[in-house]
Antibody, heavy 121, light 108 residues
Framework: EVQLLESGGGLGQPGRSLRLSCITSGFTFGDFAMSWVRQAPGKGLEWVGFIRSKTYGGTREYAASVKGRFTISREDSKGIAYLQMNSLKTEDTAVYYC????????????WGQGAPVTVSS | DIQMTQSPSSLSASVGDRVTITCQASQDIRTYLNWYQQKPGKAPKLLIYDASNLETGVPSRFSGSGSGTDFTFTISSLQPEDIATYYCQRYDSLPTFTFGPGTKVDIK
């Protein structure tokens, strides 16, 4: 059974950093691209960033709202994807989901349960 | 940037009704369009990929159509368990991904 589980959420201060982990099981993690998607309280979904599998170079893309502040990485041997969030802003407050890009390119076929992040002083 | 719009933003329908949601892209996105269902407090669930293809395990009362800039998502017979917010999502070759603003579906 494919499972994704986010951890590391919580309270962060403006200007400081937090790191989220997405711990996966039930599939060959290294074969899949991964994304992070967030949802601010009462709002819609916003794509945050994407990391390709090593087969496709392991390169990354980011939304304009987080580019230069957030970094996605992966540790294929452990089946974990990370979201390093630096220079946090209050508008980064959201539930953060990790999602697997499935066999149908461009779609997210499995999602984690979400990790809440609150940025406040 | 390509913008996505959805209409209506919310709707109420009776059990058994046919429900239709539209999604419009500001530029031609061919069929690079997916649909998700999100129930309160839960993660989104993929229903339709590439505009019209039903994800494995998804009930056949859900369907999608369209290409270019105009897309339609349909629930042929609304069920109580379909109460959720529905999002369209476009993607491109970079890739970048953009979600529509969502349509909240309630039972009348």
């Amino acid at each position: 059974e494919v499972q994704l589980l986010e951890s590391g959420g919580g309270l962060g201060q403006p200007g400081r950093s937090l790191r989220l982990s997405c711990i996966t099981s039930g599939f060959t993690f290294g074969d899949f691209a991964m994304s992070w998607v967030r949802q601010a309280p009462g709002k819609g979904l916003e794509w945050v960033g994407f990391i390709r599998s090593k087969t496709y170079g392991g390169t990354r893309e980011y939304a304009a709202s987080v580019k230069g502040r957030f970094t996605i990485s992966r540790e294929d041997s452990k089946g974990i994807a990370y979201l390093q969030m630096n220079s946090l802003k209050t508008e980064d407050t959201a539930v953060y989901y990790c999602a697997r890009e499935g066999a149908n390119w461009g779609s997210f076929d499995y999602w984690g349960q979400g990790a809440p992040v609150t940025v406040s002083s | 940037d390509i913008q996505m719009t959805q209409s209506p933003s919310s709707l109420s329908a009776s059990v058994g009704d046919r429900v239709t949601i539209t999604c419009q892209a500001s530029q031609d996105i061919r069929t690079y369009l997916n649909w998700y269902q999100q129930k309160p407090g839960k993660a989104p669930k993929l229903l339709i990929y590439d505009a019209s293809n039903l994800e494995t395990g998804v009930p056949s009362r859900f369907s999608g159509s369209g290409s270019g800039t105009d897309f339609t998502f349909t629930i042929s017979s609304l069920q109580p368990e379909d109460i959720a917010t529905y999002y369209c999502q476009r993607y491109d070759s970079l890739p970048t991904f953009t979600f529509g603003p969502g349509t909240k579906v309630d039972i009348k």
